[in-house]
């Protein structure tokens, strides 16, 4: 939870080490591994996981494909159309895909596929079919299964053949007595497994998060007055991808002056000023996964005293917050530990009236500067999958989990009755 520290890589500069480039495949023991795992917690359900839809932003122009998070985590797959199925009560078929078959035409401008042999050999799978076959042979996979775990709404078009399947198998379960009688979120099953990082999945979190601080640093050295937000993103996102990261992994923001009490400004379209301070908040994808760092730097490469002190306030709560993060405890420990800190430094400034920090906690009136949670799972997903409570009860955070802390303080500008140094 809390990652050792190591140098991170630098921005490039003659005698450093090369940056780490794409990254490899994980090894084929592991996904299958991973399966197992699943396969356990199916008892004599059925999973279904589809790849994720390919995407176009206008005509024929397509959104650079990403693959599923769950697809990924279990096969190590990046083709689009494709769907794995794992029954583990059929022992012939406890891992079967379908994929695009070959396709020399489509190849020549996409590249290769792996088609239904390649996909057999190189996923591991003990049956693998094409695509198209997928309606046909779906309702005999679900045959002996008690309940379906799948993404619904996740492909659209999908839903559809999980629906019929599930509607003929109610038909046949009168004359058989068996067959599905329920469908259960995928996320429900696979947010358990993936919430704990194995080593291969925390040292890709580490490389990312390494890559990203090559990119904020870069980016503090272009943020000065002058420069456009979309100048600074440049050299971010441009060191992201110099060092091997597929691109941000999520739409960097990096706000000026006004725009970085905005929490997600993405716009990045307006020039920093004298005197601003400058928030980046930005993250590297690195073999899938993502790494979330927020910085806040003054374009004029000193902050005034009171910015000085309203950094101060934010860097104790997240020094308190990565304290709290601790094996046994919650993440609303570390929330708690954040946000009790940032209260108790409003005070002792004069920007907050309440007499303690859990009256201002109590009373909401730190809501008003720091309205977000400080922490969220880290991993395939920038706001990666697992429960924060289970049954009411807050979970606890082990060994593998991997959370951000991420404070902050928002002061707006019409805010009258704060004091104008602030």
Not at 116 to 131: N, T
Request: one cysteine or more.
């Amino acid at each position: 939870m809390n990652p050792r520290r190591r140098d991170p890589i630098s921005t490039a500069r003659a005698g450093d080490p090369p940056a780490p480039g794409p990254a490899r495949a994980f090894p084929a023991e592991l996904l299958a591994a991973r399966r197992d795992r699943l396969l356990q917690r199916l008892g004599d359900g059925i999973a279904i996981v589809p790849a994720a839809p390919e995407l176009r932003k206008s005509r024929d122009t397509e959104v650079l494909y990403r693959q599923s998070s769950d697809l990924y985590y279990l096969t190590g797959m990046l083709e689009p159309d494709a769907v794995a199925v794992l029954t583990p009560h059929d022992p012939d078929h406890r891992f079967t895909i379908f994929v695009r078959p070959r396709d020399p035409g489509r190849e020549a401008w996409s590249g290769p596929r792996m088609g239904v042999e390649g996909a057999a050999e190189a996923l591991g799978a003990d049956s693998a079919y094409p695509i198209d076959e997928l309606p046909d042979r779906l309702p005999g996979l679900l045959r002996e299964a008690d309940r379906i775990h799948y993404p619904i709404s996740a492909v659209r078009q999908l839903d559809t053949f999980v629906a019929e399947s599930l509607v003929r198998a109610r038909s046949d379960r009168q004359r058989s007595g068996a067959g599905p009688t329920g469908l259960v979120d995928l996320e429900a099953v696979t947010g358990e497994l993936r919430v704990i990082k194995d080593a291969e999945e925390v040292e890709r979190i580490r490389t990312a998060a390494d890559i990203a601080v090559a990119g904020h640093l870069a980016a503090m050295q272009r943020a000065r007055p002058g420069t456009g937000e979309w100048e600074i993103q440049a050299v971010l996102e441009s060191t992201f991808r110099a060092h091997g990261a597929t691109g941000p992994a999520f739409p960097s923001i990096v706000g000026s002056g006004a725009n970085a009490t905005v929490l997600h400004y993405v716009a990045n379209q307006s020039r920093v000023s004298e005197g601003d301070l400058v928030l980046i908040d930005a993250g590297a994808e690195w073999g899938m996964y993502c790494s979330d760092i927020t910085r806040t730097v003054p374009a004029s490469g000193r902050f005034s005293a009171s910015q000085r002190d309203l950094y101060d306030i934010v860097l104790a709560a997240e020094n308190a917050g990565i304290h709290a993060a601790i094996p046994g405890a919650a993440i609303a420990d570390v929330h708690h530990a954040a946000i009790r800190t940032l209260a108790a430094g409003l005070i002792d400034m004069g920007v907050l009236e309440d007499a303690s920090p859990d009256d201002a906690i109590e009373a909401g009136s730190i809501k008003r500067f720091y309205m977000h949670q400080t922490s969220h799972w880290l991993g395939l997903d920038v706001h990666d999958v697992g429960l924060y409570e289970r049954a009411g009860e807050p979970v606890e955070l082990e060994p593998g989990m991997v959370l951000t802390v991420e404070p902050g303080l928002y002061i707006p500008a019409d805010a009258d009755d704060v004091p104008d140094a602030f």
